[in-house]
C-alpha cells in the first residue's frame, strides 16, 4: 500500500464508510466466533486486542531502539486501517473505549513520529466519535484533548485533514460542544494554524473541512468570532510566527483556491465571510484602508459577473449556484457601503450593475411562468431575488447620470430589465425609485416617460 497516497481520494471513502455498510470482518472471525464477537458483529475480539497490543508493542520497540522515523509495514497499516473502519460501528466503538483505545492511540500519536500511524490514530478516534456516548467520554478526556488541539500545527494534509473531521464531529454534538469551545479559546494557536491552512494550503478537501470547522465555531461562539477578526501580535516568549496572519486575508485565499474546485467549499467560506459582516469587528476589518475588503469587493465582483456573464447559460447557473450567489451579493451588498472609507465613492463596476439588472429581470421572467403554471417558485431563488434588488436599490440610490448613461450605450440597460429594476424596487425602495425615474428623465426622456405610465405616482 503505497503511504504517500492521496487522502483526498482515498479516506473520504474508506475512512467514513456509508452507516448501512459494514467493512468485511477482519481475518479468522468465523460464524462460530459468537462468544468472540463485539456486540452484534461478526468482528472478534481477539483479533482487534492483538491488533492494537501490537500497536502498543511497536511504538514501544521503536521508541528505545531508534530515533528515526517510525515505518509500519503494509500488513501493518492495513490491519488498522480495518480498526478504523471498524470503528464506525457503535458497538465497536463502545468496545474500544472499554479497552482503553482512546489511551492507547493518544500515546502512539505522542509517540510515533509516523505521519501515517497519527492520521490512522485520529481517523480511528474521528469514527468513535460519530457516537455521543463515546464523543462524550473522548472529549472529557483532557490530555486527549490538548494533544488533538496541537495537532493542527502538524505539516502533514492527511493528519490535519482527520483532526479538522475529529474536531468538527465534536462541536457538532450539542452535548460536548462548550467544552471544546473553552478549550479551542485557551489557545491561540488553534486560530494561527488553521488561518495558515487557509491562507497557505491547496488541498482541497482539506480547505473543505477547514472551513467547516471554521463556520461552525463562529457559528456556535460570536465572541469567538471578534476575537478571531483581530490579528494577534506573537509576545516575545512565543515563537509562533503565524499569529499576526488576518483572518479576512486567510479566507479570501482559501475561496480563491476553491473558487473553480470546489463549489460547496466556496458556499462554505462564503458562509463565514457572510457572518463576518453581522459583527462590529467583521465590518470594521472589511471597511479598513489596509485591509483586505477592497480585495475581497473586486473577487466576488468577478466571480459573479462571470458566472452570469452568458445569457444563453443564466437559467442553469442560477438554479446550480443560487446558493454561493446569495451569498456573494450579500456580502457584496455590506461592502458597497464601504466605499468611503476605501477612498473610492462609487467603484461600482458597470458589468457588476448590468448583472444585477440580468438576475432580476430573470426573476420576473420565471415569476410570471411559475404564476401561470401555478408553481411555488423556489425559497433561494427568492432569497436571490430579494438580496439583489436591495443591492440595487442601495446603487440606485445615488446613481450617477453618467453611469446611467453608459449603461444605455453599452446595453447594458434596456426598456425591459428598466421596467424590471423598477418593479423590485416598488414599493420598499420609493427613495432609489425616484432617484433613478429622476435620473433617466436627464439621460432618456423616452425611458423615463415608460416607466411614469407603467409606475404612475
Not at 503505497?2 to 468465523?30: C, I, L, Q, Y
Not at 497499516?77 to 483505545?101: I, N, P, Q, R, S
Not at 483572518?247 to 462564503?270: F, Q
Not at 446550480?320 to 451588498?333: I, T
Request: charged share 25%; glycine share 4%; net charge negative.
Amino acid at each position: 500500500m503505497d503511504e504517500n497516497r492521496d487522502v483526498a481520494e482515498d479516506h473520504e471513502t474508506s475512512s467514513s464508510p456509508p452507516m448501512e455498510r459494514n467493512p468485511s470482518p477482519p481475518p479468522g472471525s468465523t460464524d462460530e466466533d459468537d462468544v468472540d464477537a463485539i456486540g452484534d458483529t461478526v468482528y472478534s475480539k481477539h483479533w482487534l486486542f492483538s491488533t492494537l497490543t501490537h500497536l502498543i508493542q511497536i511504538v514501544a520497540k521503536h521508541s528505545e531502539d531508534s530515533a528515526d522515523d517510525l515505518q509500519i509495514t503494509d500488513e501493518e497499516e492495513e490491519d488498522l486501517c480495518k480498526v478504523w473502519d471498524m470503528a464506525m460501528d457503535k458497538d465497536v466503538a463502545g468496545f474500544l473505549l472499554e479497552f482503553k483505545a482512546p489511551d492507547i492511540l493518544l500515546g502512539v500519536i505522542a509517540k510515533s513520529r509516523c505521519p501515517r500511524l497519527t492520521e490512522i490514530c485520529v481517523g480511528i478516534l474521528g469514527n468513535m466519535a460519530c457516537f455521543p456516548d463515546t464523543c462524550l467520554t473522548l472529549s472529557q478526556n483532557e490530555a486527549l484533548g490538548e494533544v488533538l488541539l496541537l495537532l493542527f500545527a502538524d505539516s502533514d494534509p492527511p493528519t490535519l485533514l482527520e483532526t479538522s473531521r475529529l474536531m468538527l464531529t465534536c462541536v457538532s454534538q450539542e452535548d460536548v460542544s462548550s467544552l471544546w469551545l473553552q478549550r479551542i479559546r485557551r489557545h491561540a494557536s488553534v486560530r494561527s494554524n488553521l488561518l495558515f491552512i487557509m491562507c497557505s494550503s491547496t488541498n482541497i478537501h482539506l480547505l473543505e473541512k477547514v472551513g467547516e470547522l471554521v463556520d461552525k465555531l463562529f457559528d456556535l461562539d460570536e465572541e469567538l468570532m471578534k476575537t478571531w477578526v483581530v490579528p494577534h501580535p506573537a509576545s516575545e516568549e512565543s515563537e509562533e510566527s503565524n499569529s499576526n496572519l488576518d483572518l479576512v486575508t486567510c479566507l479570501l485565499e482559501a475561496t480563491k483556491t476553491l473558487r473553480s474546485e470546489s463549489p460547496n467549499g466556496l458556499e462554505t467560506y462564503l458562509h463565514v465571510v457572510h457572518l463576518l459582516t453581522t459583527v462590529e469587528e467583521g465590518m470594521l476589518a472589511f471597511a479598513s484602508p489596509e485591509g483586505t475588503g477592497k480585495a475581497l469587493w473586486n473577487f466576488l465582483s468577478d466571480l459573479v459577473c462571470e458566472d452570469l456573464s452568458h445569457t444563453e447559460e443564466l437559467m442553469v447557473q442560477l438554479q446550480e449556484k443560487k446558493s454561493v450567489l446569495f451569498l456573494a451579493f450579500a456580502v457584496l451588498q455590506t461592502l458597497y457601503g464601504c466605499q468611503d472609507q476605501w477612498g473610492s465613492s462609487d467603484d461600482t463596476s458597470l458589468s457588476l450593475v448590468a448583472t444585477i439588472l440580468r438576475v432580476i429581470e430573470f426573476h420576473y421572467k420565471a415569476e410570471d411562468e411559475s404564476t401561470e403554471k401555478d408553481e411555488v417558485q423556489d425559497e433561494h431563488a427568492q432569497n436571490l431575488a430579494e438580496i439583489t434588488a436591495e443591492f440595487l436599490a442601495d446603487i440606485c440610490s445615488n446613481i450617477s447620470q453618467e453611469t446611467v448613461s453608459v449603461l444605455l450605450k453599452k446595453g447594458f440597460l434596456t426598456e425591459k430589465n428598466c421596467l424590471s429594476a423598477a418593479s423590485s424596487l416598488l414599493p420598499h425602495f420609493q427613495n432609489s425609485f425616484q432617484h433613478l425615474q429622476s435620473v433617466l428623465s436627464e439621460v432618456d426622456p423616452r425611458l423615463a416617460d415608460v416607466m411614469r405610465k407603467r409606475f404612475p405616482a
